[in-house]
């Protein structure tokens, strides 16, 4: 099992950056496909970025490829997202995720490990 906690959103202007992070308790971080999600008021969750074991693959939502990097440190337990070029859109609490398959997924209902989730608001 894995413990999942989201940290470094806030509030932020439109066109401005923030970097997420997800630090992960247990040894076996390394053995998990990592995802993150976004939930915006009165709206589904809905897929992010997704990236592999080892980082060697990773797989993006279209309204934020190109905006949006995913990536990962196993010795430090974490995965990352950095968020440039936001915008009011993008507001909504952000969700990481883990999973054993071992394709990046783009699913929720494939990850098994969600962490409380952090809130991003940017403004206009």
């Known amino acids: 099992q894995v413990q999942l906690v989201e940290s470094g959103g806030g509030l932020v202007q439109a066109g401005g950056s923030l970097r997420l992070s997800c630090a992960a308790s247990?040894?076996?971080?390394?053995?998990?496909?990592m995802g993150w999600f976004r939930q915006a008021p009165g709206k589904e969750r809905e897929f992010a970025a997704s990236?592999?074991?080892?980082?060697?693959?990773?797989i993006y939502a279209d309204s934020v490829k190109g905006r949006f990097t995913i990536s990962r440190d196993n010795a430090k337990n974490t995965v990352y997202l950095q968020m440039n070029s936001l915008k009011p859109e993008d507001t909504a609490v952000y969700y990481c995720?883990?999973?054993?398959?071992?394709?990046?997924?783009?699913?929720?209902?494939?990850?098994?490990?969600w962490g409380q989730g952090t809130q991003v608001t940017v403004s206009s």
């Open positions: 247990g040894r076996t971080f390394s053995s998990y496909t």
């Open positions: 995720a883990a999973t054993r398959l071992v394709l990046v997924q783009r699913v929720a209902g494939q990850y098994d490990y």
């Open positions: 990236i592999s074991r080892s980082a060697g693959s990773t």
